[in-house]
C-alpha cells in the first residue's frame, strides 16, 4: 500500500546512536501504531495512538519513545540504540467503525551495531 | 490483556492439498479476528476476517471459522498452490477500540 509510507527503509547504526523511524499515511485514519517483528516472535506492539493528543504503550515500549506530529505523522525513536533492537519494524493505521481495517507500512529494517 | 497462541509454527503440505492453521485467545470480549499473510520480504496483508457475530466465512479458496465458546478461530486454504507459500498470522481485538493482538505466526510452504 502506497497509502502507508516508512522512512527510512534501511538503517545501520551504532550502538548508543539516538534514531527516527518515520512513517506517515494518507488514508486519513486516527490510530496509528508501531510493531517490531523478530523471527518466530511475531509482530509485537511498541507504541500506539488513536489521535494526535493519545499515546499509549505497547507490550514492549522499553528503550523507544514515540511522537504523532500530527494525523498523518507518527514517528518511532531509540534514544540509544542497542544491538538486541535489530529488528524489522513496522507501522500500521486502522479505520474505525466498520472499517477495521490494519493496513502495514512497507517496513524499515534497522541493524544496531 | 488479550492472549493469541498460533499453531503450527510450520506446516508443509504438497501443492493440492488443504492447510489448516488454528489460533486461540484468551479475551472472551474480542470481536473481530482478522489473518495476515506475509510474503517474503514484504508487509502483512489482510486476506480475510471475521466478526464475532459469524461462525464462517468464505473467500475462494480462504475460509476462516470461529468458534467463541471455546475460543478459536481457524484458517482453511484449500487445493493449495506454491504462491501461497508465505507466513501467516492471526490477530484479536476487541473491535478498534484495542490494538490487534498476533499470534507467532505459521510458515506455510507448498510443495510442487
Known amino acids: 500500500d502506497a497509502d502507508v509510507t516508512q522512512t527510512p527503509r534501511n538503517r545501520i547504526t551504532k550502538t548508543g546512536k539516538r534514531i527516527m523511524l518515520e512513517c506517515s499515511q494518507t488514508?486519513?485514519?486516527?490510530?496509528m501504531y508501531w510493531y517490531r517483528q523478530d523471527p518466530g516472535l511475531g509482530l509485537r506492539l511498541i507504541y500506539y495512538?488513536?489521535?494526535?493528543?493519545?499515546?499509549n504503550k505497547g507490550e514492549i515500549s522499553d528503550g523507544y519513545s514515540v511522537s504523532r506530529q500530527a494525523q498523518a505523522k507518527f514517528s518511532l525513536s531509540l534514544e540509544s540504540a542497542i544491538p538486541n533492537q535489530t529488528a524489522l519494524y513496522f507501522c500500521?493505521?486502522?479505520?474505525?467503525?466498520?472499517?477495521?481495517?490494519?493496513?502495514f507500512g512497507p517496513g524499515t529494517r534497522l541493524l544496531v551495531l | 490483556g488479550e492472549n493469541v497462541e498460533q499453531h503450527p509454527s510450520t506446516l508443509s503440505v504438497q501443492e493440492g492439498d488443504s492447510a489448516v492453521i488454528k489460533c486461540t485467545y484468551s479475551?472472551?470480549?474480542?470481536?473481530?479476528f482478522p489473518w495476515y499473510k506475509q510474503e517474503l520480504g514484504k508487509r502483512p496483508q489482510l486476506i480475510i476476517d471475521?466478526?464475532?457475530?459469524?461462525g464462517e466465512k468464505k473467500d475462494q479458496r480462504i475460509a476462516v471459522t470461529l468458534n467463541k465458546t471455546a475460543k478459536h478461530f481457524s484458517l482453511h486454504i484449500t487445493e493449495t498452490q506454491p504462491e501461497d507459500s508465505a507466513v501467516y498470522f492471526c490477530?484479536?481485538?476487541?473491535?478498534?477500540?484495542?490494538?490487534?493482538?498476533f499470534g507467532k505466526g505459521t510458515r506455510l510452504s507448498v510443495i510442487a
Open positions: 500500521a493505521t486502522r479505520g474505525t467503525g466498520g472499517a477495521e481495517t490494519q493496513y
Open positions: 488514508k486519513g485514519h486516527d490510530r
Open positions: 495512538s488513536f489521535d494526535v493528543k493519545d499515546i
Open positions: 479475551d472472551s470480549a474480542s470481536n473481530y
Open positions: 471475521i466478526r464475532s457475530n459469524v
Open positions: 490477530a484479536a481485538s476487541y473491535s478498534g477500540n484495542t490494538p490487534l493482538v
